[in-house]
């Protein structure tokens, strides 16, 4: 399975075989649309595989930068229609939190991305049995005084950490172990979360691997500001 993520700041693609997962990463601000496809011709090209040879694709399906998320989804659709091949779609709030909870002795991650406009995109993902995250609620896009949480002991990974860290600190005060601000997507998460997704059946045609972007607008207006 191929995966790519380019919600953030940061872009990737990950390539899955028989357990093992090859990725390439950089933190790029605005670079996305030159790096992605050299980067799954690399990944492709050093397992010696043409799309047709892949069981499925994945990506990251927001929330994100408006660009950034349909960067991944314009790719892979591209990459679906050409070889016939479903797609997976994944969180992205999941794969930051995948990423830590894989690697962490830690079971919840109170997940937060900078959304702009005095918001964040947020979701409490819990480790399950078989170590992946695993979402406890709803995501959502919310002010950070806003937040919906669960009663458990976690840590605060994300960007949004880095902007509203009084806010949310305060909402979830004892319940919160520690903040830990420079977690960023990786399409390694994405491809994880995908490959049990995929044993699931939540594969899904092409035409159905939609971006969700949990804000219906991208800009608020001169009189809301």
Same mark, same amino acid.
């Not at 093992?20 to 790029?28: C, D, G, L, M, S």
């Not at 009663?151 to 605060?156: A, E, F, R």
């Given at each position: 399975m191929l995966a790519v993520e380019t919600s953030t700041e940061a872009c990737s693609a990950a390539l899955f075989i028989d357990g *093992?997962?090859?990725?390439?990463?950089?933190?790029?601000p605005r670079e996305h649309t030159k790096l992605i496809?050299?980067?799954?011709?690399?990944?492709?090209?050093? /397992?010696?595989?043409?799309?047709q040879q892949l069981d499925a694709l994945a990506f990251s399906r927001g929330p994100g930068s408006f660009t950034g998320v349909r960067i991944s989804t314009g790719v892979i659709q591209g990459i679906a229609l050409g070889a016939d091949l479903p797609v997976v779609p994944v969180s992205t709030l999941a794969a930051i939190a995948h990423h830590y909870l894989k690697n962490s002795t830690v079971d919840c991650a109170y997940t937060a991305m900078d959304a702009r406009m005095g918001e964040i995109f947020w979701g409490v993902y819990q480790k399950d049995q078989q170590g992946y995250a695993e979402l406890v609620g709803e995501e959502a896009v919310t002010l950070? *005084?806003?937040i919906l949480f669960p009663?458990?002991?976690?840590?605060?990974i994300g960007s949004g950490w880095g902007v509203y860290q009084q806010q949310l600190s305060s909402c979830l005060g004892e319940q919160?172990?520690?903040?830990?601000t420079d977690h960023l997507p990786r399409a390694s998460a994405i491809v994880d979360l995908a490959v049990m997704g995929y044993q699931k059946n939540q594969a899904v045609e092409v035409e159905k691997a939609m971006p969700v972007y949990?804000?219906?607008?991208? /800009?608020?207006? *001169?009189?809301?500001?």
């Open positions: *093992e997962v090859q990725e390439r990463f950089e933190i790029a496809l050299p980067m799954i011709d690399s990944l492709m090209a050093d /397992a010696e595989l043409k799309p950070a *005084e806003n009663p458990l002991q976690g840590v605060g919160l172990l520690a903040v830990e949990l804000r219906d607008k991208v /800009a608020k207006k *001169e009189s809301e500001r």
